[in-house]
């Protein structure tokens, strides 16, 4: 049910678009455009700045998969449990391209035997890297609509994806690719059980948004044409701030575009933000040197405490009269060191 | 904001690289982007299909991937009539017979749009005159 309206949702965008699209063109391909990039920017930067970046994290929280950084002969897991910065980068920057604690990803079942296993999801774990990096490769294609003179990275990037020269044009690997990772995430939602019941509406809809979006590009490359000159026309003029709206840009191309749209100005506001969640996670980005360096949570209210030394000073002639051992045989004036309050974490 | 240092180097990078194309284009200096293509030389007035709302523009790699699977895969050549003139299923005799200049006709939208047919590394395009 759940689906099937996620479903009806992104169709009834595709509509829209399609049917209003080529008589409404300033609409569907400037204002539209326009807004759809600035709330999606905008919106990051609140989710970011005015969301996370207010939450105090008071402690280096060192959830790790390897040794943490101790004695001289004690091997350090450099990578899973780093103690520098250096470390931190490269791990998030595995984490970011390879997708490790997806990875690492268990789950529990109880298979013949009885015997309980903990198998890696392998499959979600393929297929999320499969629909990211085409994702990104795809984006990048895409860049030689936003650019004059096209970019260098954009032709190797095509040759490699058109590789086996399926049809002309080439068939995109990245665009299958992409269609077959996000009908895999799709399957999995809908034929495993568990997560059946844990899927929301919020978790369909992206998906069949990407869908939509990799389906009308496919069609408007291989099968419902339109005029790229004037596709990049309108692209280059959006990019420039000189919006122009060409005519001969068919209605599948404002579909197209629209989706597009939904999906940058859903980012910030669904879960798709992991994009820039993952780099706010504090068990990713932070040091775990907590066997190094004293933390100190710097918005702990003052605790007020007596230290041994105080209380000696304070009873110091009285410990000596009743004969208990002290560390300091001579009575000093009590320190009038700031009433024995002190900063410590608790 | 706490670790404001790192969350502004950090947005300031996600603007950057979102902004691609904005900063790029300005550094470029290209300017707008404009299509100027040369009507063919031999000052034929039509071309195999028609071209009327973009059609040509669209649809000719299908056209010639067409011609091609005819002539290569099916071993038929038949021919195209343009304007009472009779020409063969053929990239180079057809096509570059009337668009006989490569750069300023076919590469002036190709390269623009980030397309490099393979088809010239074993046909071969007119040559200058």
């Known amino acids: 049910m759940k689906a099937v309206s996620a479903l009806v949702a992104v169709i009834v965008l595709f509509a829209i678009a399609y049917m209003v699209g080529p008589s409404a063109k300033f609409v569907f391909g400037v204002a539209v455009p326009y807004a759809a990039m600035a709330v999606f920017l905008g919106g990051i930067i609140y989710r970011v700045a005015f969301k996370w970046g207010k939450a105090p994290v008071p402690f280096a929280i060192a959830t790790t998969c390897g040794q943490q950084k101790s004695l001289p002969w004690i091997k350090h897991a450099s990578l899973e449990n780093?103690?520098?910065?250096?470390?931190?980068?490269?791990?998030?920057?595995?984490?970011?391209?390879?997708?490790?604690?997806?990875?690492?990803?268990?789950?529990?079942?109880?298979?013949?035997?009885?015997r309980v296993t903990y198998d890696g999801e392998w499959v979600l774990w393929a297929a999320a890297m499969l629909f990211h990096w085409s994702f990104l490769v795809i984006v990048l294609r895409h860049m030689r609509f936003f650019t004059e003179p096209v970019p260098f990275f954009v032709p190797l990037l095509q040759a490699v994806d058109g590789f086996f020269e399926i049809g002309i044009p080439a068939l995109y690997l990245t665009g299958v690719g992409l269609l077959l990772a996000a009908s895999v995430l799709f399957l999995r939602r809908m034929l495993d059980a568990q997560v059946r019941y844990i899927s929301l509406m919020a978790d369909y809809f992206p998906l069949f948004l990407v869908m939509g979006i990799a389906i009308t590009g496919i069609l408007m490359r291989h099968f419902m044409k339109t005029d790229i000159v004037s596709v990049k026309e309108m692209a280059t003029g959006l990019a420039t701030f000189k919006p122009v709206v060409p005519d001969g840009v068919g209605p599948i191309f404002f579909a197209h575009m629209f989706l597009v749209c939904v999906l940058l100005a859903y980012f910030p506001f669904s879960k798709l933000t992991h994009m820039a969640g993952v780099f706010m996670s504090p068990t990713r980005n932070l040091r775990c040197n907590s066997r190094e360096v004293r933390h100190i949570n710097p918005w702990n209210h003052p605790v007020r405490v007596h230290t041994y030394a105080e209380y000696e000073d304070e009873f110091r002639d009285k410990m000596i009269a009743c004969g208990l051992p002290v560390d300091k045989k001579e009575t000093e004036e009590p320190k009038k060191a700031k009433a024995g309050e002190k900063k410590v974490d608790d | 904001m706490y670790d404001a240092g790192k969350i502004v180097l950090g947005l300031a990078v996600f603007v950057g690289v979102?902004?691609?194309?904005?900063?790029?284009?300005?550094?470029?200096?290209?300017?707008?982007?404009?299509?100027?293509?040369?009507?063919?030389?031999?000052?034929?007035?039509?071309?195999?299909?028609?071209?009327?709302?973009?059609?040509?523009?669209?649809?000719?790699?299908?056209?010639?991937?067409?011609?091609?699977?005819?002539?290569?895969?099916?071993?038929?050549?038949?021919?195209?009539?343009?304007?009472?003139?009779?020409?063969?299923?053929?990239?180079?005799?057809?096509?570059?017979?009337?668009?006989?200049?490569?750069?300023?006709?076919?590469?002036?939208?190709?390269?623009?749009?980030?397309?490099?047919?393979?088809?010239?590394?074993?046909?071969?395009?007119?040559?200058?005159?």
């Open chain 1, 82 to 114: 780093p103690s520098t910065t250096g470390g931190v980068i490269l791990r998030m920057a595995f984490e970011v391209l390879t997708f490790r604690s997806l990875f690492r990803n268990t789950r529990v079942a109880v298979k013949d035997g009885p």
């Open chain 2, 18 to 129: 979102s902004a691609f194309p904005i900063w790029y284009n300005i550094a470029a200096g290209k300017g707008a982007y404009a299509v100027q293509l040369e009507p063919p030389p031999n000052g034929t007035k039509q071309c195999v299909a028609e071209t009327a709302n973009g059609y040509m523009r669209a649809e000719h790699m299908h056209i010639l991937d067409e011609w091609r699977n005819m002539v290569v895969r099916d071993g038929k050549r038949p021919k195209v009539t343009v304007d009472g003139v009779h020409y063969d299923y053929s990239l180079s005799k057809t096509c570059m017979n009337c668009h006989s200049n490569k750069e300023k006709f076919c590469d002036s939208c190709h390269t623009p749009a980030g397309v490099a047919p393979a088809c010239w590394d074993c046909h071969v395009a007119p040559e200058d005159k």
